[in-house]
């Protein structure tokens, strides 16, 4: 991987004068991005790494210092400065040369806040990233920042899927998405499945309406039962392909049918249902049910592993673009010890990764 990495790096753009260049951009990268490996979070820890495991860096990273280990003013200056976009495309690059997304694999597109990287009281907002993520791969395979308010997220999604050129996946995203624009750009190639709420209202109202006149001919029904902790649920997915009826259709990317899930779960002896609606382009229930379970399950497969193991929002770098780059640093480390440990549990990756310096060597530099 150092080989690779380095190749990736040297495509970045380096905006300082020659002349005032002591370190590498690959050498302040590699002395984070390890630095990150091992769960730290600030600059002055990454610091902190990079003096006690000098040695290690020079021999596993192929680091040499002529002068010196960067300081603290010259990371901080060089993450700053890094372009974010520039990083995320080494970052899908990279992705692109070591995976191969399965044809007929879910990925979906999700939004995250980054808490830690915004402070109030300077009217300093937290980083918002759009992530692309695959259910089978188990994998970030991108990821664009958008604002707090997530008013510019629509064009940013439709960025991120221009920089995956997914082909043959089943993409799910939430109601955001929900725009004619997006989903032409997601049935390039591939299918979708995505929640459709009030802000479709009058496409909304009619889907609910649908829902609520009963019909046996054309509709597609399945049930599934799960029961964990003392919480059982019911969902009832139900597919309607007779949508000829639907005035903009034609408007609407490969729209091939509407989706209710009514969703009962009974814990403690109270019972509480909700119904969901959606649109997409498969008309195999099974396919379409598949999907909109696994956009939930992200909250737990992605961002709770980001927040927990990788202390996503203890992160308190304030820098905008600096904060955005150690993000996408830590998304790289969560895929490499997702692809490259036999480990049941990836919080012990994480744990090997701080303490072993073999383990993590493994992580960052094997092919």
Avoid at 304 to 317: A, G, M, N, T
């Amino acid at each position: 991987m150092e080989g690779d990495l380095k190749e990736l790096f040297e495509d970045l753009e380096d905006s300082r004068q020659d002349w005032k260049i002591k370190h590498s951009l690959y050498e302040i990268l590699m002395v984070v991005f390890c630095g990150v490996s091992a769960g730290e979070t600030s600059i002055s820890g990454i610091l902190a790494f990079a003096r006690c495991k000098k040695k290690w860096l020079m021999d596993k990273a192929n680091l040499t210092f002529p002068n010196g280990l960067p300081s603290y003013d010259t990371i901080r200056r060089m993450l700053g400065a890094l372009d974010p976009k520039q990083f995320q495309k080494v970052m899908i690059r990279f992705m692109e040369r070591t995976l191969n997304i399965p044809k007929g694999s879910y990925v979906s597109i999700d939004g995250k806040t980054l808490r830690g990287s915004g402070y109030k009281e300077d009217g300093i907002e937290p980083l918002h990233l759009l992530h692309a993520y695959s259910h089978e791969c188990g994998l970030v395979i991108g990821q664009l920042e958008c604002h707090k308010d997530k008013t510019n997220e629509i064009p940013v999604s439709k960025e991120l899927l221009d920089l995956l050129k997914l082909k043959d996946t089943i993409i799910t995203a939430d109601a955001m998405m929900c725009q004619k624009d997006v989903i032409e750009k997601m049935s390039k190639n591939n299918d979708y499945v995505v929640a459709l709420k009030g802000n479709q209202k009058t496409m909304f109202e009619e889907v609910k309406e649908l829902f609520e006149c009963p019909t046996d001919k054309t509709r597609k029904t399945m049930i599934t039962k799960e029961k964990s902790r003392g919480r059982f649920e019911i969902r009832e997915y139900t597919l309607e392909t007779n949508i000829d009826w639907f005035q903009d259709k034609k408007d609407w990317k490969n729209l091939k049918a509407f989706i209710m899930c009514k969703n009962t779960v009974i814990s403690k002896n109270k019972e509480r249902t909700e119904k969901r609606y959606f649109i997409t382009s498969l008309e195999d229930i099974t396919k379409a049910s598949l999907g909109i379970r696994n956009h939930w399950a992200i909250e737990n497969n992605l961002h709770w592993s980001l927040d927990v193991i990788f202390k996503d929002d203890e992160c308190r770098v304030l820098d905008k673009n600096a904060s955005e780059n150690l993000a996408i640093m830590r998304r790289i480390i969560y895929n490499r010890i997702k692809m490259l440990s036999h480990l049941d549990k990836l919080i012990d990756g994480k744990r090997y990764c701080t303490y072993d310096d073999d383990f993590r060597a493994k992580i960052l530099f094997s092919c």
